[in-house]
């Protein structure tokens, strides 16, 4: 993890996407031609597969934080819905950083050096990821607590806490995208067999 006040142009929350030293991959292997692409293999498929579930599972915690923000469910009923959907999702994200930081990201590095700087920033994401899970797992605490006590503010910790799904939904899919865009076209170029993956 950085130690620096000033924001990192690269930073999660900050960069729009991989700068163009970092792109020369992705301009051979535009996203348009992976699905048929003779190299994208099993690992791969489902490596993004994993992201893809990632991503309607937010997209599943945005609408149940929609529908009780705006009076469609009572809050008992969307925590009853949302707390077992959230643990899935996180301890998904912490196995799921563990593999690419122990394995995925050591074995690319290794492969390609003009690449490192992305991959130092893909770990950076998963520390920043973690900060705002670890904010939400605090947030998920006082949930029972407000829904059960009478001195409890439910409406303030439903915002509090749905604000912070958010925050982690926003800087999960650009993780993701990026993630991707380094990834899937060093595979598609050297194949899975030859990274030793
Ligand atoms: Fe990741
Ligand atoms: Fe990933």
Same mark, same amino acid.
């Given at each position: 993890m950085t130690m620096s006040s000033d924001p990192n142009p690269l930073d999660l929350g900050v960069r729009t996407g991989w700068p163009p030293e970092l792109r020369y991959l992705l301009e051979r292997?535009?996203?348009?031609?992976?699905? /048929?692409?003779?190299?994208?293999g099993d690992l791969t498929q489902f490596w993004l597969e994993i992201h893809e579930s990632f991503r309607a599972a937010a997209v599943d915690l945005e609408r149940r934080a929609d529908d009780v923000r705006e009076g469609r469910t009572v809050p008992e009923q969307y925590w009853a819905g949302a707390a077992p959907r959230m643990r899935r999702l996180l301890a998904g994200l912490g196995y799921h950083h563990r593999v690419e930081d122990s394995h995925v990201f050591p074995v690319l590095m290794e492969a390609e050096a003009r690449l490192i700087r992305g991959f130092e920033v893909l770990e950076r994401d998963h520390d920043a990821l973690h900060a705002r899970i670890d904010r939400l797992v605090a947030l998920s605490r006082v949930m029972p607590v407000s829904l059960t006590s /009478?001195?409890?503010d439910i409406a303030r910790s439903v915002d509090d806490l749905t604000a912070a799904q958010a925050h982690l939904a926003a800087g999960l899919r650009q993780h993701l995208a990026d993630e991707e865009d380094l990834i899937v076209p060093l595979i598609l170029d050297r194949t899975e067999v030859v990274l030793g993956m």
């Open positions: 292997f535009p996203r348009g031609g992976w699905p /048929d692409h003779p190299n994208l /009478d001195t409890g």
